[in-house]
């Protein structure tokens, strides 16, 4: 496997189980975040996806925004050695312009330190799949709007078309929803989901949900010989 994504879930629900506020959640997600990239390091995995902010997490308290945005500028400030050390190139996909300009500025400069590393994270932040098409069919109609689009140009506007579509997409805390992540890059992905809260996901459940993909079969819409 080259790619996985997740979508982060369940965080606030881990949280109220301990009587702590939400933000509590997201920041044992962040710190499951790093073991899970650990995880992906070791299984070879080259690219790894997190759902982090959706475009219609704005609606959520002030409070529990501001806390996601100070968690996410702390974590670029504080794991930025550990990233370059560790040969981590940290991209965000989403629509940029809708974070503050503090944080557009922090994201450019880690991205700029961390292009040279091997393995990718790629945050999804302000994202939303339905935005992402729009987006892409936007910036494509600035640039050859007379000539026929094919799939292949059009993968090309999208937020980070030199990523592959990821294999396998992980939905934890029990939803069974793809709810707007990857939208276009999930056409032949394989789905897993635990009920597992994202702050509880550890080892024992990476290993299980790498088992279940490995016994797929994927046949991308052809048939197997
Ligand atoms: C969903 O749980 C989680 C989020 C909306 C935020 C995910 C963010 C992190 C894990 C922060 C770490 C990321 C970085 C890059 C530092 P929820 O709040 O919807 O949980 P609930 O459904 O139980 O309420």
Redesign the pocket.
């Known amino acids: 496997m080259e790619h996985l994504a997740i ?10 189980a301990r009587n702590k506020p ?1 933000i509590s ?6 710190e ?2 790093d073991r899970v990239m650990h995880y992906c390091r070791e299984a070879g995995i080259r690219y790894l996806t ?5 475009t219609e ?1 704005w609606k ?1 308290s002030k409070a ?1 925004v501001s806390g ?1 945005m100070k ?2 500028s ?3 400030r504080s794991k930025e050695k550990e990233l370059v050390s560790n040969g981590v190139r940290f991209r965000v996909v989403g629509r940029k312009a809708d974070l503050s300009t503090k944080i557009q500025r922090e994201i450019a400069a880690l991205e700029e330190h961390t292009r040279g590393g091997d393995f990718t ?1 790629a ?1 999804a ?1 302000s994202y939303g799949g339905r935005a992402e098409i729009v987006d892409a069919a936007n910036e494509w109609r600035k640039t050859n709007p007379g000539k026929p689009l094919t799939e292949e140009d059009f993968r090309s506007f999208l937020y980070a078309p030199d990523i592959p579509d990821p294999d396998l997409i992980v939905r934890t ?1 029990g ?1 069974l929803r793809t709810s707007n992540f990857l939208l276009w890059e999930s056409a032949y992905s394989e789905y897993y989901f635990t009920d597992v ?3 509880d996901f550890d080892r024992a459940e990476f290993d299980k949900a790498l088992a279940s993909y490995s016994k797929r079969e994927r046949r991308m819409g052809g048939r197997l010989k």
């Open positions: 979508i982060m879930d369940g965080n606030g629900r881990w949280a109220k939400r959640g997201h920041r044992a997600g962040a499951a975040l997190v759902y982090a902010f959706s997490n959520r529990e996601l968690l996410l702390n974590y670029m994270l945050v932040l805390s939803e809260l994202w702050p």
